[in-house]
């Protein structure tokens, strides 16, 4: 492979990035996190709003509504402390994930990833594989990951709601459920950069 092609992948790679870095600095300003001093162009200036946790989606009401298309982001009904367990966690992601709106064409399962335990609380991890397999490629060259993490709480009455978060794959904003919105996008990015990166790779 010359030289050239292992640039243009890198270009490739970048692209792909700052795409995603751009989708993620809309969505921040949505949420009051960024000011944007024109909305309408990428090459806008973007100030941080320093009084505001930037890693993290902020605290909203679970039905919150995005003002850019008016949209009302799903949530469910999750776990008590007192009715935690793997299965029932396992199908309350099932019931989260029917939500999220993306193509028929996508299929995921649900890994149980383990438990770590703290001083305080319990962390229950899971991992959601997603995939588009097709006739001609029914093995999928490469797979997009969610992540998900059920917070137990020792310490909190048991009718309390087990504490939910979840990140993508080589993504460090971490969701809750009910304060973002899914796109499907997301996950298609995560599976080119990856093609792309096998693509580049001779063996």
Known sequence: MSL?????QAHRLVDIVIEQALQQVED?????LLYIDKP?????SVKFNMSSEVETVPEEEPAAVLMEEDYEVQ??????IEEFTVER????????VKTWDYQDSWLYCIDYMGEDEHEFDVRYRFR?????PSRRKPVPRATACVYFTFEVSKIK??????????????????HRPGQSRFREKWLKD???SKVNLMEAVNF
């Open 128 to 132: 959601v594989r997603w995939s588009i």
């Open 75 to 80: 949530n469910i009904e999750w776990l008590t």
């Open 89 to 96: 966690a396992e199908e309350k992601i099932h019931e989260f």
């Open 157 to 174: 009455p048991k009718d309390y709601p087990v504490e939910v978060f979840y990140v993508f794959e080589a993504n460090r904003l971490i």
């Open 28 to 32: 921040l300003n949505n949420k009051g």
């Open 40 to 44: 309408s162009s990428k090459k806008s």
């Open 190 to 192: 995560i599976i080119e």
């Open 4 to 8: 050239s092609m292992y640039e243009q």
